[in-house]
Nanobody, 125 residues
Framework: VQLQASGGGLVQPGDSLKLSCTAS????????IGWFRQAPGKGREGVSC????????YYADSVKGRFSISRDNAKNTVYLQMNGLKPEDTAVYYC???????????????????WGQGTLVTVSS
């Protein structure tokens, strides 16, 4: 059973990246997914989530209007499309899965069943 985040890289301000969160050994359909990030020297921040039941989404104010979360159940993958990247978006991005997990403003406090290993996003000119 494994959750893997991928798609990070070095980009310039204003660029876009699409992160993937892929599950192996279990079906992501039944899991709520959260994306988190941790910048150097800072605590973990909840970025976005998507609910398992109806696809409800939530975005932190810092990324609202720029990031978009979606899921492709056929590929057992959840995506985080990041547009208009800023230097302050630089962080290691993690995804996490919670069985039948809801997606609300409190999603950062939930007990997640699985965590991915993280993928580094660096936004710099």
């Amino acid at each position: 059973v494994q959750l893997q985040a991928s798609g990070g890289g070095l980009v310039q301000p204003g660029d876009s990246l699409k992160l993937s969160c892929t599950a192996s050994g279990f079906t992501l359909d039944y899991y709520g997914i959260g994306w988190f990030r941790q910048a150097p020297g800072k605590g973990r921040e909840g970025v976005s989530c998507i609910q398992s039941s109806d696809g409800r989404t939530y975005y932190a104010d810092s990324v609202k209007g720029r990031f978009s979360i979606s899921r492709d159940n056929a590929k057992n993958t959840v995506y985080l499309q990041m547009n208009g990247l800023k230097p302050e978006d630089t962080a290691v991005y993690y995804c996490a899965a919670e069985l039948a997990g809801p997606c609300t403003v409190d999603f950062s406090r939930y007990e997640y069943d699985y965590w991915g290993q993280g993928t580094l996003v660096t936004v710099s000119s």
